[in-house]
């Protein structure tokens, strides 16, 4: 059976009835052992701050009560299991209170040891000063740069809908999990947080709780210096259901948050629970002296006044029994979820198989082979040839979803026939993010931490600078992202300098471990969206061009096709000995050809899609593309030169924009700039002509 027949029969039977599986009831909430194991959180994250002499005491202390009540009771995890696929998701949006997420990890029994704890903030330790994906057991995004949890958490709620929908079967469910984020002041106030809470609205993510850290302090001062909105009224405004409660009630809090997971409301889920910044030292509590390290010098005191003995990273036999009995609950609870996985794979084979894709490394060869070649005398723009491209690749990516910031039309990366994700249809393939570059890139990396569907999504080039905080997480968390961002030049026209990239290419290229790949036609197009949606271990972001550029059939079509692969790769080759190399990336790669057909045979020309991509190739063949003891050397490329010049050195000239652009038509403003095949040749004579000069 094909793939999508099984998603939509499954999808289907699942909207037909809905059979959901209930995790095991566990006993009656135990507020002693949970204050004993709060007052212990808060002596580990004291003693750890103290121990480094660095971090952020504010948020572990005061919201000591949530994580008891989370950790100790009402998340759905398995400690032995940190990847289970229907886990519940926790995230700390405010990530420099770190130590409340590692404590919290550590008590529950997730592979962090208590030396772990000791080496806070050390080299190369799994408790680094801000949660790093991959390198810490139970953290499931980078976080930092405050409100980039609530764009990943909104990322992660879509992706459990969306699973929802495909593969929970009339007899048996097997996604019911939550998307819970910790959030503080300043994670409310960055702008994400407005833009991704604003969707999650309309999309009717009941699946979602924010839970606000509410203590009015920030870091500079109280929070009433800088904000004065009601955030329940606004909130609710964007369509969220709200409960306000004591944060350091654990019964209050705990039936909030269980009001909140049961809801079938359809609305996405706040609770603002108020704490005390800081609580258990006195000294600095309430006030923003508590939100960094200012409280340490007040540890032994403080340690006295909570009951903790002498001894640091002390941890209660109490604490110890109790989480240890929890321990075993949640394993029973993921236990019975497996026998229920195990029915459903037996009788869903197909979508067991759909399933199973998004864990398993798919071959770049088999996506490009499953693209056919372009017309050779085609002319179209990369965005439109970025199109056909996308729509083969859909189908053998069936977990491929797809993303516009309000500009499906513009920057083409709709998949046909795939649906649109709404309230009413959790089975849609494209992801309508409206004018919030930020809240999508962010929410892609949710999407692609989950791990289950291949994230893409779009916007004009220019306005990848809204995104870049995300995308620059994206890199550091090595989620493969793919960004298909258009419009990537001056030849936009018209719309002048606000929407033509100028510095905007170089930008991006400076963010390590992110692959920016500029194709110069429709066939390296199909090698470029090939070699993005292949990658696993990072991000990759495609700049393709709204003005129609020539498919460049005098270059072997093969060639064109492998070249985003290698990243760099000899378009047209010298048939006498070499000594001038000309090099281009997108667009210009033509004006580089035809140059080259008039300034003689010893004229080579190298397409560079991808400067990353070139560089993890082998030296043998760096050298075989661009030999060292060539040294004329000549770049195009419509932006400003500074990255080309790794690669043309300092003898080397570039053609390039050094300056914003023009209000024309796209021919006018290249022209008028010097982006032409005539200033290429006379840049190379020059460039001859020195060289001469010099000897």
Known sequence: MAFQECIERAAGAWQETKVWYTPLAFMPLDLHSLEIAARDARGLAIDAVVTCRSGHLGLPLGAAEIGAVLFGYALSICPEEPKWIN????????????????????????????????????????????????????????????????????????????????????????????????????????????????????????????????????????????????????????????????????????????????????????????????????????????????????????????????????????????????????????????????????????????????????SGDDLLASVPTFDSNAVLATRKAGSTVLQPVAKELPLLVSGSADLHGSTLNYIQGGGDFSRENRLGRNLYFGIREHAMCGALNGIAYDGIFHASGATFLVFSDYGRPSIRLAAISQVPVVYLFTHDSIGVGEDGPTHQPVETLAALRCIPNLDVIRPADPEETAGAFAAAFSRRDGPTLLALSRQNVPNLHNVPVQDRRDGPFLGGYVAKRETTSLDLILLASGSELQLALQAAEQLGRGTRVVSMPCFERFERQLPDYQEEVLPKSVRQRLSVEAGVSDPWFRYIGLDGKAISVRQFGLSAPGAVVLQELGITTAAVIEAAQSLASSVLNTH
């Open 87 to 362: 886990r519940d998701r926790f995230i700390l949006s405010a990530g420099h209170g770190s130590m409340f997420l590692y404590s919290w990890l550590h008590l529950c029994g997730f592979a962090i040891s208590l030396e772990d704890l000791k080496k806070f903030r050390s080299l190369r330790s799994v408790t680094p000063g801000h949660p790093e994906f991959r390198d810490t057991p139970g953290v499931e995004a980078t976080t930092g740069p405050l409100g980039q949890g609530v764009a990943n958490a909104l990322g992660y709620a879509i992706s459990a809908k969306m699973a929802e929908a495909r593969f929970n079967t009339r007899r048996h469910c097997i996604f019911n999990h939550h998307i819970i984020v910790l959030a503080g002041d300043g994670c409310l106030q960055e702008g994400v947080t407005q833009e991704s809470s604003a969707l999650a609205g309309h999309l009717g993510l009941d699946n979602l709780i924010l839970i606000y850290d509410s203590n009015d302090v920030t870091l500079d001062s109280l929070a009433s210096v800088t904000q004065s909105e009601d955030t329940e009224a606004r909130y609710r405004a964007l369509g969220w259901e709200v409960y306000r409660t004591n944060g350091h009630d654990l019964q209050e809090f705990f039936s909030a948050f269980e009001k909140a997971k049961a809801t079938s409301s359809g609305k996405p889920q706040l609770i603002i629970a108020r704490t005390l910044i800081g609580k258990g030292i006195p000294e600095v509590s309430g006030s923003s002296k508590a939100h960094g390290e200012g409280g340490a010098r007040f540890s032994r005191e403080a340690r006295r006044r909570l009951g903790l003995p002498e001894e640091t990273f002390y941890v209660s036999v109490e604490t110890r029994t109790y989480f240890a009995r929890h321990k075993e609950r949640l394993r029973c609870n993921y236990e019975k979820w497996v026998e229920t996985y195990k029915a459903w794979r037996s009788t869903n084979h197909g979508l067991a198989t759909v399933l199973d894709s998004s864990a398993k490394a798919v």
